[in-house]
Nanobody, 116 residues
Framework: VYLVESGGGLVQTGGSLRLSCLVS???????????MGWYRRAAGKQRELVAS???????NYTDSVKGRFTISRDNSKKKVFLQMNSLQPEDTGVYYC????????WGQGTQVTVSS
């Protein structure tokens, strides 16, 4: 299984981005049973979980992104998405996706840079 993140970029404060994560190599029945999360690693900081979505599509968010980020999933495509609105400079970092309970090897992530 490979995790392929995409959709990052450079945006101004207040802008939006939609990240996508493909869980390549996973079969449908396996993917739909996974609790997936989006993580962020800012420069000089540890990777943190910012959003997760379980098999019933229940979502959880870290306080700093509540009301701005929305996590979703498309089981048929084996993808997880992160819609990020009202982006702030503190959202800058490399974003990764992974399974919460039994993580796979980390992908390369996708860089998000928010300019002030």
């Amino acid at each position: 299984v490979y995790l392929v993140e995409s959709g990052g970029g450079l945006v101004q404060t207040g802008g939006s981005l939609r990240l996508s994560c493909l869980v390549s190599g996973s079969i449908f029945s396996t993917f739909r049973g996974l609790t997936m999360g989006w993580y962020r690693r800012a420069a000089g900081k540890q990777r943190e979980l910012v959003a997760s979505i379980d098999t019933d599509r229940r979502a959880n968010y870290t306080d700093s992104v509540k009301g701005r980020f929305t996590i979703s999933r498309d089981n048929s495509k084996k993808k997880v998405f992160l819609q990020m609105n009202s982006l702030q400079p503190e959202d800058t970092g490399v974003y990764y996706c992974n399974e919460l309970i039994r993580p796979y090897n980390w992908g390369q992530g996708t860089q998000v840079t928010v300019s002030s």
